[in-house]
């Protein structure tokens, strides 16, 4: 398991309770994970929430941590349970109930990319399966933990904001007509994950720079922000998800003609973000 689990990039002083973090940029493809998979080095990127972790770099020069992904979604799903296990990939697991993510092939270990395209030609032991989780969720979700506790004890609260991209596809077939088709969806788990008043703060930032937001529709979170948010205990988690069309060729998967301007323009929502966080401006820590 050559690949890091993650990257840290911190400010030279946290100013701030919010911490970024970005579970599905990672793009650091093990040789022998291409060569065990049916797809090919293209069309395996395909679950990938591509350059979501250059769209938030500039997060430390506001004072706040960011926490990115080095192994791919594609390899290790940092946004499930360990216990996410997929009987229909794993051998000697057993089904437990019905979960519609596993069930979809999209468990903590994927048997599946975008479009349910299978990743493998048959199982894999539970031993690989424990081994990957080991190397790759545990030191990450460690990491987060130790992040999330040290904004708490010194700010009072901590703000995970989770960094993901969804495709354009995605967010038009679950648009009704006549509605305008969200840019950016903000998920809250329908507010069980985060104090709504953050949360308006945030959707307020992303208005003030010109993007379409909706709130939990198509994508409310998923295991992050419903394990990591906890607002009655000050420690509040939203998920982010932007239309990657708007940066990006999903196609090719490379940055388009407006991702320098795109990215410019996020980065002044980041900065709003990260002052929610600082004690002058927050009022949420106050109470």
């Known amino acids: 398991m050559e690949t890091p689990a993650y990257r840290i990039f911190e400010p030279e002083t946290v100013q701030t309770s919010v911490v970024f973090a970005s579970p599905h940029s990672g793009c650091d493809y093990p040789e022998w994970f291409i060569r065990r998979s049916l797809l090919n080095a293209h069309t395996i990127r395909s679950s990938e929430d591509a350059?979501?972790?250059?769209?938030?770099?500039?997060?430390?020069?506001?004072g706040a941590p960011f926490l990115v992904a080095q192994a791919p979604r594609a390899l290790l799903d940092l946004n499930r349970a360990a216990e996410e296990l997929d009987p229909a990939l794993i051998q000697g697991v057993r089904k437990v109930g019905h979960n519609p993510r596993v069930a979809s092939g999209l468990?903590?270990?994927?048997?599946?990319?975008?479009?349910?395209?299978?990743?493998?030609?048959?199982?894999?032991?539970?031993?690989?399966?424990?081994?990957?989780?080991?190397?790759?969720?545990?030191?990450?979700?460690?990491?987060?933990?130790?992040?999330?506790?040290?904004?708490r004890e010194k700010f009072g609260e901590a703000i995970l904001v989770d960094c993901h991209s969804m495709?354009?596809?995605?967010?038009?077939?679950?648009?009704?007509?006549?509605?305008?088709?969200?840019?950016?969806?903000?998920?809250?788990?329908f507010g069980a994950a985060a104090d709504v008043e953050l949360v308006d703060q945030i959707e307020?930032?992303?208005?003030?720079?010109?993007?379409?937001?909706?709130?939990?529709?198509?994508?409310?979170?998923?295991y992050v922000t419903q394990h990591y948010g906890r607002p009655l205990k000050a420690q509040h988690a939203v998920?982010?998800?932007?239309?990657?069309?708007?940066?990006?060729?999903?196609?090719?998967?490379?940055?388009?003609?407006?991702?320098?301007?795109?990215?410019?323009?996020l980065t002044q929502v980041i900065a709003q973000i990260a002052g929610l966080g600082q004690p002058e401006t927050n009022s949420l820590a106050a109470e």
């Open 51 to 62: 350059y979501v972790d250059h769209l938030f770099a500039d997060a430390p020069k506001y």
């Open 107 to 151: 468990g903590v270990i994927p048997r599946v990319v975008a479009n349910g395209r299978a990743i493998y030609h048959g199982k894999m032991t539970r031993a690989e399966a424990d081994a990957r989780i080991d190397a790759y969720w545990r030191p990450y979700h460690a990491e987060l933990q130790a992040l999330l506790e040290a904004a």
């Open 167 to 189: 495709p354009r596809e995605a967010v038009e077939s679950a648009t009704r007509r006549g509605v305008p088709r969200p840019e950016v969806v903000l998920g809250d788990r």
């Open 204 to 222: 307020a930032a992303f208005l003030k720079a010109g993007f379409v937001v909706s709130r939990n529709t198509p994508f409310a979170g998923a």
């Open 239 to 265: 998920q982010i998800e932007i239309d990657r069309s708007l940066y990006m060729d999903e196609a090719s998967i490379q940055p388009n003609s407006d991702f320098e301007n795109f990215r410019e323009r």
